[in-house]
């Protein structure tokens, strides 16, 4: 009789430590399933973080190149529009002068008469 109540509380102490032991598993898998739901948040808000840095920096890359490609562009207009007005400079001088040298032989062609 003694052997048989040994073997039935031996039996459930197995069953009170397995029952013990699921619950600990479960426990540990809801713990493990919350601090991975907590670490995938992180995660997205630094990979977010990062991006945001990313398109920030790639931004300011763009804008330094259209800067520098506009600066260039304003520079080679800058030199054009130098050209053009040395130009019209250089025809209104030829212009003058050879208006001016009409008018002195028209004068000497008058003078002539």
Avoid: C, H
């Avoid at 052997?3 to 397995?18: G, N, P, T, V």
């Avoid at 790639?58 to 800067?67: F, I, N, Y």
């Avoid at 054009?80 to 209104?92: G, I, K, L, P, V």
């Amino acid at each position: 009789e003694n052997e048989k109540r040994l073997q039935a509380d031996f039996a459930s102490a197995k069953s009170l430590r397995e029952d013990e032991f699921d619950n600990i598993v479960k426990e540990t898998e809801k713990r493990f399933e919350e601090e991975k739901k907590l670490l995938r948040k992180e995660f997205d808000v630094e990979l977010q973080t990062a991006v945001r840095v990313e398109e920030k920096r790639m931004t300011g890359e763009l804008t330094k190149a259209v800067a520098e490609e506009s600066y260039k562009n304003q520079q080679l207009l800058n030199k054009e529009t130098q050209r053009m007005r040395d130009d019209m400079d250089a025809q209104r001088e030829q212009a003058e002068a050879n208006l001016k040298a009409e008018r002195k032989r028209w004068d000497e062609g008058l003078d002539k008469q």
